[in-house]
């Protein structure tokens, strides 16, 4: 069974603090995304990476960055976390061959006080 | 950009009822992507259809894709509580966008 890990379910975060979410995927998957889900939006990709070391913005990149210095790591990083990014954070991968399913991972519920 | 709208956003369906999910977008795909999501959990794929005229059945959904008029259908037939989910569809060969998903809620 493929599994996407994320290294915390919840978060709470002050404005203007630097914030590290961490995926990791154990299916050796070239592809990786981050989004993130809000009421009535739906699911809005971020970023994504189709390789190490390489991204590609989505489509609301803007107050997020990511690194992926490693294959089966993709993080997403809020330079300062501002109150409006208080969302939930659905991580998945996919492998560079096949059907194109994605796997999620379980999300992270950010809270930004 | 590719824009996907689904609707109802919202379906409240009585036990034993059909009803039918729209997924629309907006470029052309010949994949689209049905996933399940229960609450507080995570998005469980649900059906991949890779073509036009494409048709998936598991139980009592039924997925279809006609990539003509960009348009999947996800049918539910004798609904069910275990049905209750938020239903989304998905769209795109690389990076996937998504539908703002369709809460049911089947009432006994």
């Known amino acids: 069974d493929v599994k996407v890990t994320q290294s915390s379910r919840y978060l709470v975060k002050r404005t203007g603090e630097k914030v590290f979410l961490e995926c990791v995927q154990d299916?050796?998957?070239?592809?990786m995304f981050w989004y993130r889900q809000d009421p009535g939006l739906g699911l809005r990709l971020i970023y994504f990476?189709?390789?190490?070391?390489?991204?590609e913005k989505g489509d609301i990149p803007e107050g997020y960055s990511v690194s992926r210095e490693k294959k089966e790591r993709f993080s997403l990083i809020l330079e300062s976390a501002s109150t409006n990014q208080t969302s939930m954070y659905l991580c998945?991968?996919?492998?560079?061959?096949?059907?194109?399913?994605?796997?999620f991972g379980p999300g992270t519920r950010l809270l930004v006080l | 950009e590719l824009k996907v709208e689904q609707n109802p956003l919202f379906l409240s369906m009585q036990e034993g009822k059909n009803y039918t999910i729209y997924c629309n977008y907006s470029?052309?795909?010949?994949?689209l992507y049905w996933y399940r999501q229960d609450p507080g959990k995570s998005l469980e794929s649900l059906f991949v259809?890779?073509?036009?005229?494409a048709v998936k059945q598991e139980g009592r959904l039924m997925a279809s894709l006609d990539t003509k008029a960009r348009l999947s259908t996800l049918h539910i037939t004798a609904a069910v509580h275990d049905l209750s989910a938020t239903y989304f569809c998905?769209?795109?060969?690389?990076?996937?966008?998504f539908g703002a998903g369709t809460r049911l809620t089947v009432k006994p």
């Open positions: 998945a991968s996919r492998p560079g061959t096949g059907d194109g399913t994605q796997y």
């Open positions: 299916m050796d998957h070239e592809n």
């Open positions: 990476s189709y390789d190490v070391k390489m991204k």
């Open positions: 470029t052309t795909s010949d994949r």
């Open positions: 259809l890779l073509s036009n005229g």
């Open positions: 998905g769209v795109g060969n690389n990076d996937m966008r």
